[in-house]
């Protein structure tokens, strides 16, 4: 089984990946590490305690940065996953999880300490807690296993503006030094995930099937996400869904085969109109050396194409099994 710290700021494409990751008989959640992004770190700890507890699972909850680096913060997008990022829930049961004390960036650090060479970091928030976590342990990339990030983008635009995407340029500086740290790092960006739509009647059909309130929920939420996405794609007006962006990097992780990689050295703009970009070099042949780009900058595997229809029935086969409880 593979050791996953799940890093993450639900929203409800991290919700979608969080259950399929505790449906998945191959994949093991060791803690869930909460950052600010969608929502803000409070509500992403709600969240995810939430969410482990009415799927009766009993998983270290930590709460992280609540901030950016250096940028200065800004505002939760609630029209997109909902002001409490689960599509405005209209109640919630009561639940008696509680809060890992620990600081994301320390719980990262501590269980990679405890299980050298086991753990999965699968981060799909921005990246400020594992950024704060290489600050506390320098040998961190040595520690962990590999780390899958969902975020950035090569060739397709950006969404939050013309070329980054919003976990990256929600904290560009942490971003590059993620990139930057030399652990075996795999990008999952919009290249792939603008590729892989989940439909809403898919939801409805897990709500009928398991009749739970943790796919009840679900359900609610990705209605939320997915009017939002019709809102701005005619493909999805015509055929609710949404794009599962957080789903694809645990996909990779059980099934890399589904992906095409390329690898090449990935920086971060951090300034200006490249704020938050995540720049690829492509080719082997810079005519003039650039600093930044030299051979201590380390490899990043980047998905660039994917088999859509393949990670729709691995979701599906592990959401629709008998892991509800
Ligand atoms: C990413 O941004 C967030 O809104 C989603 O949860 C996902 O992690 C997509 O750009
Ligand atoms: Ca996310």
Redesign the pocket.
Known sequence: KFKVIYDT??????AMALYFALAHPDIDVVGITTTF??VTVEQAATNALYLTAIANREVPVTKGVQTPWYKAPGTP?DF??GGDGLGNLPSRVATSNQLDPRSSAQFIVDMARANPGEITLVA??PLGNLATALKLEPNLPELVREVII??GTVIEPG??SPVA???IWNDPHAADLVFTAGWKLTMVG?DV?HKVVTELAFFKKLAEHHKHIATDTLHHAVEFYATFYSGLHAHLALNPGC?A??LLAFIYLVNPELFTIENGRVRVGTEGLSQGQTMMNRRDYIAYPHPGWGAEIPSTQVCMQVDSAGCLAVFEKALMSNWLK
């Open positions: 700021d639900p929203g409800v494409d991290d992004g969608n997008p997109i996953h799909v928030g969902m975020g969404n939050v995407e919003a976990n919009l995930t794009f962006h957080d």
